[in-house]
Nanobody, 122 residues
């Protein structure tokens, strides 16, 4: 079992930065790939980024590539999403998720956090 709690969301102006954190409980955390997803109002939840269990592999959605960076510290059971050059279209609830497969599909993830709101004003 893995429990996930996100934090770090808030209101920021366009062009600004935020860092989201995801704290995980459970001794098996380092066995899981970790992903970030987001859901904007009226839209389906979408993939943002994923990092492998070791941290050596990452992949990003085209919409956030070169602006967002996913990282993890297994010794602290933490995953981060550094978001730079934020745009109004980045406004959404951001979720972290844990999965053994760790791909682009929500179906590949077994555990989810409750989400944290990110609002980017223009």
């Amino acid at each position: 079992q893995v429990q996930l709690v996100e934090s770090g969301g808030g209101l920021v102006q366009a062009g600004g930065s935020l860092r989201l954190s995801c704290a995980a409980s459970g001794r098996t955390f380092r066995s899981y790939a970790m992903g970030w997803f987001r859901q904007a109002p009226g839209k389906e939840r979408e993939f943002v980024a994923v990092i492998s269990w070791s941290g050596s592999g990452t992949h990003y959605a085209d919409s956030v590539k070169d602006r967002f960076t996913i990282s993890r510290v297994n010794a602290k059971n933490m995953v981060y999403l550094q978001m730079n050059t934020l745009k109004p279209e980045d406004t959404a609830v951001y979720y972290c998720a844990a999965g053994l497969a760790g791909g682009w599909s929500q179906n590949e993830y077994d555990y989810w956090g409750q989400g944290t709101q990110v609002t980017v004003s223009s």
